[in-house]
């Protein structure tokens, strides 16, 4: 008897929404203080200065940068997540990076299948922003992981939380 394969998933409409509103949306490229250049939401593959995009070209970029995100969310999560847990997870990993995600406590502890424990990991991550931006991020992730699958949820409640 086959095993039946895990489904896939991909970033919701509100994954999106909520990665899109912690990153924010730069017209044009701008030298971040790491001397990286990024535009659009977060993008920094091909930015480099003078470069400008429209808001829908920028989400196309985004759609490619999580590519390799849903990758590793997908190989790599052995626990059943639903989309609330995914789309948090997304916006965790495009924050960190895929490669500090993979060797976060959180995906060790969801993995362990202490989906409770990673959720609050989440509020203990760093990210290259204020103490206090960083904070609403999380907080917002880990209200997404833990919220009812079965009822969607609007941007302003995660940034409630």
Known sequence: ??????????????????????EGFRPRAVREENGRWVIGYGHTASA????????ADAEL???????PVVKALNEQVH???NQHQFDALASFAVSVG?????????????????AGQAADALIGW???????????????ERALFVADPASPVTLAELLAA
């Open 48 to 55: 480099r200065e003078g470069l400008t995009v429209a808001e």
């Open 61 to 67: 970029l985004l759609q490619y940068d999580l590519m």
């Open 1 to 22: 008897m086959s095993e039946t394969p895990t489904p896939r998933l991909k970033v919701s409409r509100e994954g999106m929404v909520l990665i899109k509103s912690f």
């Open 126 to 140: 760093p990210e290259d922003a204020s103490a206090d931006a960083r904070l609403r991020r999380r907080a917002a």
């Open 98 to 114: 895929v490669d500090r995600f993979l060797a976060s406590d959180v995906l060790q502890r969801l993995n362990e299948g202490h």
């Open 79 to 81: 626990s059943p997540l």
